[in-house]
DNA sequence: CTGAAAGCGCTTACAG
DNA sequence: CTGAAAGCGCTTACAG
């Protein structure tokens, strides 16, 4: 492009065929040093030379024709349902930290709670993606996948016939709560759930009414209600419900997100709700906001950037063409308890402090 | 994994000749009705035989071959300092919407307040993507840049030379947060900055400052501290800071995101530091849980899923070979007063009301 | 209106 | 150790 008539004002694209004629070699061997295929196959010298046109030119390979060629990408897609939620934040995090550089994360996003539909899955699956990592999926979006590509699920309760799996021991955290609802005196609750099927909402609130029952606290069906991961969403639910509730004597009340335990937070105070003396509430995440909301809210804490590290590495060694050993990774969760739900110092019994 | 030899276990690609001997057709004619490009060109029952062939194959276009044929792939990059903020969250689905389910949403995630290097810029650009949004970006990444592609920055004020911006009116937030808190009566003020380099931050402090000093609020240089965004980062140096600010007189302090607030906000907690009647607080992003934590968090309230929205949708025209107008878009910020700032510690103004 | 053919940039057997 | 060539799946002038 020295000196011709039409000059194209972009830069124009390095080829492979650009720094083979540099170094003298042919596109075939500037490959094979790209790629760092070399062992016994390239000179030395022409290892040098390649390398030297390719840092002189500013040579990258060519990612779309690269993946044409292998028939697979460099692209890991991370499927979610829930991208507004902090918690998965830390999970992006983890997964881009064990993926390491040489593979592309992209995320893809649908409305809250959403999950892509086959069309969005078959575009996905046109980028021809290196793996496939997908959160707190439900049954039917797996149905629907039938990915050729690697999979690791992640936060997938029961689901793991479909994929290798990362989870959480929600059920576990979720015993530990209503264990410890138990132990502050509580007999009535309430239960907010995310009204997203996923089935790690499925098993929380399995478990924690499981548990509930098992030590007194009863929770009658008509207590659990459902509203998308949003604070308002979760403050208004709270709202119409809580009269009914408190004629019923409830006296705590768990949440399947720390998100919804927010909204509750924030309607007990306009409606003078006194928390914890009153009502007791608590969640599930332990954002980094629990600590500081009013009062500290008692959640039981799920290690997200764990989950996302562990996910990618069983990708990694998938997409690397490695086995994983079987019995899928669980993670352990742990109750936090804050002063949402700390008995009044006046007694054990909220009841008993009035 | 059946029990053959080599059975290729991967249902077998559709592929546009595939298509093309189903429907009696060439290849060519298969791409054009694929991709909706038969005005004129195709008689009408052939098209009406390719696309009965391609829903009986289930056929869709390989975006890799696509991308290569054409040059340019459907995958639009955006890049972002901090995905941990749960305000890019918003971005994120303000972005998704605007953009149309014809482009997929790559998402490049670093550490938290870095940028992509030159060299992940490099192979992010090598997946030729179809445009670029940048958030928050800093002058020196831009440059690193170079990108042939489209290309729409999100919150840079200052950097508008570089590309079509569409920017939060920071500045004017700021000034609103130091009037707010000039008439509270504060006279001594700190500020608990952002690390990264990130334009915008500069432009916050730049104007809080200003406003803060023509309003009589001194906020000497030993007052102004920085954090990475997080939480427990922002405690920690405040639980630093504190003991001299407070022997200075210091009243209130501005925080350059609701979550360095939320950490000044959980330390003077621990300190026994009552907010806000010895020290005021506030922040920017009105974030959710700023209407949740203790007390409420006065906020510089940002359009997040606005600004998503606007920049997809100038990135889209831009994609789609349509020209922008001059100027950049600017969206309002404005100041949401809650218990955090509320009292006054002479007594001035909310003390009255007690 | 239609199809044969070139070409996008790369990788990988293959023959030397 | 090396390079010519086929091929990945598609799009787009081009000739008919």
Redesign the pocket.
């Known amino acids: 492009m020295d000196s011709g008539e039409q000059v194209p004002q972009r830069p124009r694209?390095?080829?492979?065929?650009m720094v083979a004629a540099r170094a003298?070699?042919?596109?075939?061997?500037?490959?094979?040093v790209?790629?760092g295929?070399t062992a016994?196959?390239?000179?030395?010298?022409?290892?040098a030379r390649v390398r030297e046109a390719i840092a002189e030119l500013g040579?990258?390979?060519?990612g779309?024709?690269?993946s044409?060629?292998?028939?697979v990408s460099s692209i890991v897609i991370l499927v979610a349902p829930d991208i507004s939620n902090p918690f998965f934040a830390k999970v992006i995090a983890g997964v881009r930290e064990s993926l390491g550089p040489q593979y592309q994360l992209l995320l893809s996003v649908t409305e809250a709670g959403e999950f892509p539909e086959a069309d969005d899955v078959r575009r996905l699956m046109s980028l021809r993606p290196a793996g496939l990592l997908v959160d707190a999926p439900n049954a039917g979006f797996l149905e629907d996948l039938a990915s050729p590509s690697p999979l690791v699920l992640l936060d997938a309760p029961g689901l793991e016939s479909y994929a290798p799996s990362v989870n959480l021991d929600v059920a576990s955290g979720a015993r530990q709560l209503a264990a410890h609802l138990a132990d502050a005196g509580h007999k009535e609750a309430a239960y907010v759930d995310s009204v997203t099927g996923t089935e790690t909402f499925a098993v929380r609130r399995a478990a924690f009414l499981e548990e509930a029952a098992s030590r007194g606290i009863t929770v009658s069906p008509k207590r659990i209600i459902s509203t998308t991961i949003d604070v308002g969403a979760a403050a208004a639910s709270f709202a119409w419900a809580w009269p009914d509730w408190q004629r019923a004597g409830v006296t705590a009340v768990a949440c399947a997100t720390d998100t919804h335990a927010y909204g509750v937070l924030q309607e007990a105070r306009v409606a003078g709700v006194r928390i914890p003396e009153e009502l007791a509430v608590a969640g599930f995440d332990d954002l980094p906001y629990s600590a500081t909301s009013n009062p500290g809210l008692t959640s039981v804490h799920l290690p997200a950037t764990a989950l996302g590290q562990k996910a990618g590495e069983q990708l990694r060694r998938l997409m690397e063409g490695k086995s994983l050993g079987p019995g899928g990774v669980t993670l352990e969760t742990s109750l936090v308890v804050r002063g949402s739900t700390k008995a009044s110092p006046a007694g054990h019994l909220p009841a008993a402090s009035h």
């Open positions: 694209r390095v080829t492979a065929a003298g070699v042919s596109v075939a061997t500037v490959s094979l790209a790629n295929k016994g196959r390239v000179a030395k010298d022409n290892i040579y990258v390979v060519d779309i024709g690269s044409l060629a292998k028939g």
